[in-house]
């Protein structure tokens, strides 16, 4: 996942959302993405920094867990 830098305008960011959206309903991309083993997920910025945390905290308490050190 890659993520737009921070000063970038909400109009922008509003902007690669529509845009990326619309990629992700079409039938060859899905079907690109998926030849490598990649899953759509669509939504909101907002939808996008919530997957974000989520994710960060789930690897965290697993990381945790398994007493995992940096290398």
Excluded: H
């Excluded at 690669?16 to 909101?44: Q, Y």
């Amino acid at each position: 996942m890659s993520r737009a830098p921070k000063s970038t305008s909400s109009e922008i960011i509003d902007k690669l959302n529509e845009e990326i959206s619309v990629m992700l309903v079409d039938p060859n991309f899905k079907g690109r993405l998926a030849e490598f083993s990649n899953t759509v997920v669509s939504g909101s910025p907002a939808d996008f920094g919530k997957l974000m945390m989520d994710d960060t905290e789930k690897w965290a308490r697993i990381i945790r867990a398994a007493n995992i050190k940096p290398g």
